[in-house]
């Protein structure tokens, strides 16, 4: 009996040490170092210090980001390193070239390593977030919204987050639509400093939506209320709109659409875009909204007009058939319908109808021209956040 105890017993210990054994050679690598660096907004230096019991003759740094994307969000670096059981790996990711990332975002990497007996093994994946240490930044949160702000205290901090918490509220009760993700809003002291964060920024920039990383960075004093009330309620809209109709079928939205409902989300259209409507109205020199498909005017009275006749149509579209149905319109363009495709499905308009709809609601009915004669001009770029200005005046979201 004692016998028969001390073979079982010692096979078992043979099970668990040949267990070990094999264990160790399945990972015959050691990691001493291993870390990613952001000198933001330039670049992300990734280094890795490893042993091995044989001489390690290959390796690969995997990437990526967070992004939304219709592609495995990967990026390979290749190394051959003289054959050594001690090898030191360094590499710089120039975002200068690849792009910004914005404040919020997440880095992702890892390691592949290869010796020289054909035995490889990855080390764990990691992550980096992607933050602006060239400021002090303070932090509130609620909800999906984590907001960071520099000037101002805990007062501005926190009347920014309220004005963004009621207009996400706004965007659910009166759009229909709601945040998918959680939302980083990086609100920078001035526009200086959203543009060195992201490199090469035009001179009009204020501030700029990341949909695919659910982030805004934009400039805002802390004696800048009013212009606050519009920026983030208008940017907002844009990363909410622009993360729920994301697609891989190549359909994207049109702008008086896009930025129709980025303008709705303000609220009520000011009495100054209403003269600036009724006065065109009247005049009969109102563009037709097809003409508002591929981008605005780069003079600054026109492109006013036409943000005022977006939001003005969305408005049109949420009173009359109610805010779900906005919603039920994204929805169905994110399923890869084109937005006339869309809109006749969801209210049985297209573009050319739903504007004589909105015009006879407004008391301008058989305004527009035959649709055959309608044409739309020549795509021109708009600014993602603040429209230039020539006069120096406050910028313009959009």
């Not at 291993?34 to 001489?55: R, S």
């Not at 015009?359 to 708009?382: K, N």
Request: aromatic share 10%; glycine share 8%; with cysteine.
């Amino acid at each position: 009996m004692t016998k028969k105890i001390f073979y079982i017993l010692t096979c078992i210990v043979l099970v668990f040490s040949g267990g070990q054994h094999a264990q160790a050679a399945e990972n015959p690598f050691s990691i001493r170092n291993n870390q990613a660096d952001m000198a933001f907004p330039i670049t992300v230096d990734f280094h890795l210090e490893a042993t091995g019991q044989y001489p390690i003759q290959a390796a690969t740094l995997l990437y990526g980001t967070n992004a939304l994307s219709c592609h495995e969000n990967v990026s390979r670096k290749e190394f051959q390193p003289a054959a050594s059981t001690h090898v030191y790996l360094n590499w710089t990711w120039d975002l200068e070239r690849s792009g910004a990332l914005p404040i919020g975002a997440q880095i992702w990497w890892q390691w592949q390593l290869t010796d020289t007996q054909g035995n490889q093994w990855s080390t764990p994946r990691q992550t980096l977030t992607v933050q602006d240490t060239a400021y002090d930044w303070h932090t509130v949160q609620a909800g999906k919204i984590t907001l960071q702000w520099v000037e101002g205290g805990a007062y501005f901090g926190n009347t920014m987050l309220d004005i963004a918490t009621a207009s996400l509220e706004r965007l659910v009760n009166e759009m229909g639509i709601a945040p998918p993700t959680p939302i980083t809003i990086a609100i920078y002291p001035d526009v200086q400093g959203v543009k060195d964060a992201l490199i090469h920024a035009a001179e009009w920039t204020g501030g700029v939506a990341f949909p695919e990383y659910g982030s805004i960075m934009t400039g805002i004093r802390p004696n800048e209320m009013s212009w606050a009330r519009d920026v983030l309620p208008h940017e907002l809209a844009h990363l909410v709109v622009d993360t729920l109709t994301f697609n891989c079928q190549g359909i994207t939205l049109p702008t008086w659409l896009s930025e129709g409902m980025a303008v709705y989300a303000e609220g009520n259209l000011s009495d100054h875009d209403q003269r600036i409507l009724t006065k065109a109205l009247d005049e009969g020199t109102l563009p037709p909204l097809t003409t508002l498909t591929s981008g605005f005017s780069p003079y600054p009275d026109e492109a006013s007009r036409s943000y005022a006749h977006s939001g003005a149509v969305i408005g049109y579209l949420a009173q009359t058939f109610g805010p779900q149905e906005l919603n039920h319109l994204l929805e169905t363009i994110q399923q890869g319908h084109r937005v006339d495709e869309a809109l006749q499905l969801v209210y049985g308009l297209d573009t050319y109808t739903l504007d004589r709809a909105w015009r006879a609601a407004w008391g301008y009915p058989d305004q527009l021209p035959e649709r055959q004669s309608v044409q739309a001009p020549t795509a021109t770029p708009i600014p993602t956040l603040a429209l230039w200005n020539p006069l120096g005046t406050a910028a313009t979201p959009t």
